[in-house]
């Protein structure tokens, strides 16, 4: 039986830009939204188009180049926004307008200074006026994490019934815990009349560390879109990670759900990512970081060696990593140190290696990270030849 398929929403190009700093010209966006495409995510969120002449002109361009993917447009609840956003989309083969207004109390009194009828009647009136213009219109209840459960389906059921195809539920501020998203969710899809008619959406940031948590808790209990960044980046401490939750769905079976990413470019995109925002990756970062697949305790290198699945529970190609790194230091054991002399040309016997290992310990408390020439110079030492070409 087939996985039930969780939409993967690319928001690289539009939140993961807010980040100061990572501002992209067209031509790098257009390159970004190409790799994004193939990767196989469902929506792309090109920008903000009634925000600057700049992202208006990426939005037109995108929307002319992607050949797969849904092109989105974000907008405010006003009507000039979803104007100029469908002007922008106009050349995308599947547009998507995606519109809507804060729903806390918070934001209610302290940024809108409305009433919450106030709320209901403008989030109504933006859906209609979009889907005016496009078929797929996505609403998002901004702040919806801290919105009162109740009030926020009544939202839901009144946009829905406007014609919003997706809801977007966002935890803004990044506040929920992983169990009250998720119950947010399901009240959502037990109390909104006509929610089989809309995909329910997780937009989650991670101030708390939360993100790829909580959009996970999301579409357990029904959600069935995330949306995401590459590498994490966004807004203060950036939003959930692509990679993140679609290798999440894949190494959980039993959960019986997958997305459409092809995961062997991820570390590919990452990389692009990376480097076209100048926004480096933390070694430390799941799945695509650095030392995601590297291993320096002896005790993991030993077995990783003999079983690389007694310490990793990801084939590094899967994503697009050559290999799991041996990585040489103090912690190192003989067999990392037989292993990783082997591949530069020492094939040592159990007597060699006693001696080497005592000489590679001195380099080591002196150095981080024992490389390849450093083998070569403990060889020399203990007067060892490469015994063959590798």
Do not use: W
């Amino acid at each position: 039986m087939s996985k039930e398929k969780v939409q993967i929403f690319d928001t690289t190009l539009r939140d993961g830009e807010q980040v100061p700093g990572c501002k992209l010209n067209t031509k790098q966006k257009l390159v970004i939204a190409e790799r994004l495409d193939e990767l196989g995510v469902d929506v792309i969120e090109a920008g903000f188009p009634i925000s600057s002449p700049g992202d208006f002109t990426s939005v037109v361009e995108i929307a002319k180049i992607v050949k797969n993917a849904t092109v989105c447009g974000l907008t405010r609840a006003v009507k000039k926004d979803i104007e100029v956003a469908a002007e922008a989309l106009k050349f995308a083969k599947r547009p998507r307008i995606h519109t809507g207004i804060g729903t806390s109390d918070s934001h209610i009194t302290h940024k809108f200074k409305a009433t919450r009828e106030e709320i209901i009647e403008r989030a109504v009136s933006a859906v209609a006026y979009a889907r005016t213009f496009v078929d797929d219109v996505e609403f998002y209840a901004e702040d919806a994490g801290r919105t009162d459960n109740e009030f926020l389906a009544q939202v839901c059921e009144a946009v829905v019934a406007a014609g919003a195809t997706v809801l977007n539920i966002p935890d803004t501020t990044g506040y929920c815990l992983p169990e009250e998203y998720g119950a947010k969710i399901k009240y959502l899809r037990d109390n909104v009349k006509g929610i089989e008619k809309a995909t329910l959406s997780c937009h989650c940031h991670n101030d708390l560390g939360l993100a790829t948590a909580n959009s996970i808790a999301g579409v357990i209990n029904g959600a069935r879109q995330i949306e995401c960044t590459i590498n994490g980046i966004g807004e203060r401490a950036g939003n959930t990670s692509l990679e993140e939750v679609v290798m999440i769905l894949r190494q959980h079976p039993t959960l019986d759900l997958d997305t459409n990413i092809n995961s062997r470019l991820l570390y590919s995109t990452s990389r692009m990512v990376s480097e076209s925002m100048g926004m480096p990756v933390q070694p430390n970062k799941a799945i695509v970081g650095a030392n995601a697949f590297a291993h320096s305790s002896g005790i993991h290198q030993d077995g990783v060696i003999k079983n690389r699945e007694t310490y990793e529970i990801i084939d590094p190609a899967d994503v697009g990593v050559t290999e799991s790194a041996i990585v040489l230091t103090a912690r190192s054991g003989r067999a990392a140190l037989a292993y990783r002399a082997k591949k530069v040309g020492y094939e040592l016997t159990k007597l060699q290696l006693d001696v080497v290992y005592q000489e590679f310990l001195k380099f080591a408390d002196r150095k981080k990270e024992v490389i390849d020439q450093d083998i070569h110079e403990i060889m020399h030492v203990c007067k060892i030849t490469e015994a063959r070409a590798v």
